[in-house]
T-cell receptor, first 115, second 109 residues
Framework: GAVVSQHPSWVICKSGTSVKIECRSL??????MFWYRQFPKQSLMLMAT?????????EQGVEKDKFLINHASLTLSTLTVTSAHPEDSSFYIC???????????FGSGTQLSVL | KQEVTQIPAALSVPEGENLVLNCSFT??????LQWFRQDPGKGLTSLLL?????REQTSGRLNASLDKSSGRSTLYIAASQPGDSATYLC????????FGKGTKLTVNP
């Protein structure tokens, strides 16, 4: 079964609204989680590294004020797309590192469509 | 349900050797296939993206091929270097992104 749960799987929202995506590690504590996005016909790109109890580290070109990441517990990281616009429509996916063997596990992804 | 398999799980080679990593998938109806590398404790770095209509992509010493009909992709690394040591993952995209478990590559000086 899945060891990383991502919710929701898809969301449609109006322009200007905020959308929250959750990523949970189900059977291990993850001090580090990652958020990625993939635009149509493009590669999956790392957006940010989410560290439990501290600020996220954003990749160059990713607006930290627009993509709010909260990693308040060892099993949950959230990505909030604030004031979403159509150009934010994309596939977002999270991953988490299992500390015991450093293996990377992925959520099932969230397809965001902003109208 | 799409399944992605990567063989071998681990590979150790001497520096300078050319090598091939394999990725197979069960459902040939895909949008694209991607190869990534993962360094310990870090997120994925995208290496190559092959659209479903393409057969190969090249970037520097890397060449990836895609054979949809047989459900296979290979990542060829030429003249390997110690800095290539990492875990390499492939992923196929249709309704969702499905990852293989990766091949851990060690290039020995």
């Amino acid at each position: 079964g899945a060891v990383v749960s991502q919710h929701p799987s898809w969301v449609i929202c109006k322009s200007g609204t905020s959308v929250k995506i959750e990523c949970r590690s189900l059977d291990f504590q993850a001090t580090t989680m990652f958020w990625y996005r993939q635009f149509p016909k493009q590669s999956l790109m790392l957006m940010a590294t989410s560290n439990e109890g501290s600020k996220a580290t954003y990749e160059q070109g990713v607006e930290k004020d627009k993509f709010l990441i909260n990693h308040a517990s060892l099993t949950l990281s959230t990505l909030t797309v604030t004031s979403a616009h159509p150009e934010d429509s994309s596939f977002y996916i999270c991953s988490a590192i299992r500390p015991t063997n450093e293996k990377l596990f992925f959520g099932s992804g969230t397809q965001l469509s902003v109208l | 349900k799409q399944e992605v398999t990567q063989i071998p799980a681990a590979l150790s080679v001497p520096e300078g050797e050319n090598l091939v990593l394999n990725c197979s998938f069960t459902d040939s109806a895909i949008y694209n296939l991607q190869w990534f590398r993962q360094d310990p404790g870090k997120g994925l770095t995208s290496l190559l993206l092959i659209q479903s209509s393409q057969r190969e992509q090249t970037s520097g010493r890397l060449n990836a091929s895609l054979d949809k009909s047989s459900g296979r992709s290979t990542l060829y690394i030429a003249a390997s270097q110690p800095g290539d040591s990492a875990t390499y993952l492939c992923a196929v995209h249709l309704e969702e992104l499905v990852f293989g478990k990766g091949t851990k590559l060690t290039v020995n000086p």
